[in-house]
T-cell receptor
Framework: GENVEQHPSTLSVQEGDSAVIKCTYS??????FPWYKQELGKRPQLIID?????GEKKDQRIAVTLNKTAKHFSLHITETQPEDSAVYFC??????????FGTGTSLTVIP | ETGVTQSPTHLIKTRGQQVTLRCSSQ?????VSWYQQALGQGPQFIFQ???????GRGNFPPRFSGLQFPNYSSELNVNALELDDSALYLC????????????FGPGTRLTVL
């Protein structure tokens, strides 16, 4: 089955700096890569996603890049704000209708 | 918030018992997926239902089973509960597949004593 690894497990940045979270996956058939934000005690919420036919996608301060050859994808958050503090999960799904989350990154933005 | 609801919010069971968790998907969403999230970990995919048929499953034993109904509601059933089953159980609905945006419910916190 798929194995999704996520790094780092914790990340602290100063407000206004950028944050980068990286994930690797093992199943070359995986074709959809979403990122979720989960605040303490709340449900995961989709913040951005990318499909395997696209190399990069951007939505305001958030961007995701995908390298299919190397089987890794990354989340980039620019101009971080305190409200960006949360746990972020990457995920991968394959055409076999299986869905795998990474282990999560706890991001703290220091005011 | 999303239109996905779950019940109950919290549940306490003892080892060996059976439990049924419920989820109400957004109207028009044909796919529901269930996840187990242990404390401090990422959600683990249990299975997915599409139009009342299971069409994807993660690495969970057969004592985890489910049902999806035509009215956009679904159930997760767990038999012979074990202590390690203690976790937050999340359901998520999407239009037709994983590549459509998944909307998560608030979860059911299950404690097995």
């Amino acid at each position: 089955g798929e194995n999704v690894e996520q790094h780092p497990s914790t990340l602290s940045v100063q407000e206004g700096d950028s944050a980068v979270i990286k994930c690797t996956y093992s199943d070359s058939a995986s074709n959809y890569f979403p990122w979720y934000k989960q605040e303490l005690g709340k449900r995961p919420q989709l913040i951005i996603d990318i499909r395997s036919n696209v190399g990069e996608k951007k939505d305001q301060r958030i961007a995701v890049t995908l390298n299919k050859t190397a089987k890794h994808f990354s989340l980039h958050i620019t101009e971080t704000q305190p409200e960006d503090s949360a746990v972020y999960f990457c995920a991968a799904s394959n055409p076999g209708n299986q869905f795998y989350f990474g282990t999560g990154t706890s991001l703290t933005v220091i005011p | 918030e999303t239109g996905v609801t779950q019940s109950p919010t919290h549940l306490i069971k003892t080892r060996g018992q059976q439990v049924t968790l419920r989820c109400s998907s957004q109207s028009g969403h044909n796919t529901v997926s269930w996840y187990q999230q242990a404390l401090g970990q990422g959600p683990q995919f249990i299975f997915q239902y599409y139009r009342e048929e299971e069409n994807g499953r993660g690495n969970f034993p057969p004592r985890f089973s489910g049902l999806q109904f035509p009215n956009y509601s679904s159930e997760l059933n767990v038999n012979a509960l074990e202590l390690d089953d203690s976790a937050l159980y999340l359901c998520a609905s999407s239009q037709d597949s994983f590549t459509d945006t998944q909307y998560f419910g608030p979860g059911t916190r299950l404690t097995v004593l």
